[in-house]
């Protein structure tokens, strides 16, 4: 039995006109066009997409995640999984080096700069990285329902996966045998850190999990384009 559609929601952007072989070829180009090219992922299940279709278009170079300290057990799990499942790229992990304290509480404005926007752009950085593939969607919330599959700024970012729905990406995920986030089938539509993150109603943004009662719904990596 498939897993529950929490995917129904009432943010409908119009026809899914990307499919999978368009995704493919626009990973394909940019791999081409931007050697150097990293893949960065959170690990929703847009992310386990993503490393599937990155992995048909014989890409071999890094894939990074943040390991904020502060991530759900079943994140490291699935990062594991992943990692064991597409041995040709290079899963990289990035920490701070801050000891875990409480400062999500306190300042989580400042937990998430210290913790996840700066490890990925020192990293970004050093590596003198042109573009980042990832996986947002425009059905991931109402602040990305204009994304556009090419974003440019001092570095590019190249989105293969905007007009995807979550039923487009569970159907994918399902004829594959991918892993995803387990916490997926529970309401957790976004995922993040465990003191920031929890699950959504079906019709709900799938956003609204996140970052409950902090007045936002970024962390910071995605905001403004001459970021990451
Ligand atoms: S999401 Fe929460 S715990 Fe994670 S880095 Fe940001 S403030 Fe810290």
């Given at each position: 039995m498939r897993s529950p559609r929490y995917a129904r929601l009432s943010l409908d952007w119009g026809p899914t006109l990307i499919d999978a072989s368009a995704s493919l070829a626009i990973i394909q180009e940019a791999i081409s066009t931007y050697p150097g090219v990293v893949v960065t992922t959170g690990l929703n299940i847009s992310g386990s997409v993503l490393l599937d279709l990155a992995s048909r278009s014989d890409f071999a170079g890094a894939v990074v995640f943040v390991d904020?300290?502060?991530?759900f057990p079943q994140t490291l799990s699935l990062w594991e999984e992943l990692r064991d499942r597409y041995v040709t790229m290079h899963f990289i992990t990035l920490c701070a080096d801050n000891p875990p304290d409480t400062l999500y509480r306190s300042d989580p404005e400042l937990c998430c700069s210290l913790n996840k926007v700066a490890p990925l752009e020192d990293y970004l950085a050093e590596h003198r990285v042109p573009a980042v593939l990832n996986a947002r969607?425009?059905?991931?919330s109402p602040g990305r329902r204009?994304?556009?599959v090419v974003e440019h700024g001092s570095r590019v970012r190249i989105n293969?996966?905007?007009?995807?729905?979550y039923e487009d990406l569970e159907d994918y995920l399902e004829d594959r045998g991918i892993p995803y986030h387990p916490l997926y089938r529970e309401g957790y539509l976004s995922m993040g850190c465990w003191p920031c993150t929890g699950p959504v109603q079906p019709g709900q943004d799938p956003r609204s999990g996140r970052f409950k009662g902090q007045g936002r719904s970024e962390c910071g990596i995605w905001l403004g384009a001459d970021k990451a």
């Open positions: 904020t300290g502060y991530h969607t425009r059905v991931s204009d994304l556009r293969p996966l905007v007009e995807w729905s």
